[in-house]
């Protein structure tokens, strides 16, 4: 038995907000996106490299508030990329964890947490 890829869906509030937060200073590229109508919710995909995230403005896809971990292998290289954007919500930084990884936890403007971290799956 196998199973596939997890693709997280995060809720979303505003389209420009997230779109500042995921694509400009994330640095995540648009994949697609949908609304059934104008004026309808929008629920759009974003990747960057092999992390893909759904986010969705439609009630009842998800609660806000979620935390999700994301590996990476340049989590230093990384936040230097972020701080350099000098986003004035966000000033990331990397704590060094008890189990012996190192995490650089982001809040998204809805109150999402993504969790950056150097500790990779084998």
Excluded at 41 to 64: A, K
Aim: glycine content about 6%.
């Amino acid at each position: 038995m196998s199973f596939g890829k997890t693709t997280p869906i995060l809720r979303i509030f505003d389209e420009a907000k997230a779109r500042e937060f995921y694509l400009d200073f994330l640095g995540f590229n648009l994949d697609w996106q949908h609304r059934f109508e104008d004026n309808f919710p929008l629920y759009m995909q974003v990747s960057r490299g092999d992390c893909v995230l759904h986010l969705s403005e439609h009630h009842g896809d998800c609660t806000p508030g979620a935390a999700l971990r994301i590996e990476t292998d340049e989590l230093e290289t990384f936040q230097q990329q972020l701080l350099a954007k000098q986003y004035r919500f966000s000033h990331p930084q990397i704590q060094a964890m008890p189990w012996g990884s190192q995490d650089m936890t982001i809040s998204d403007p809805f109150g999402n947490r993504l969790v950056f971290t150097n500790a990779i799956s084998v």
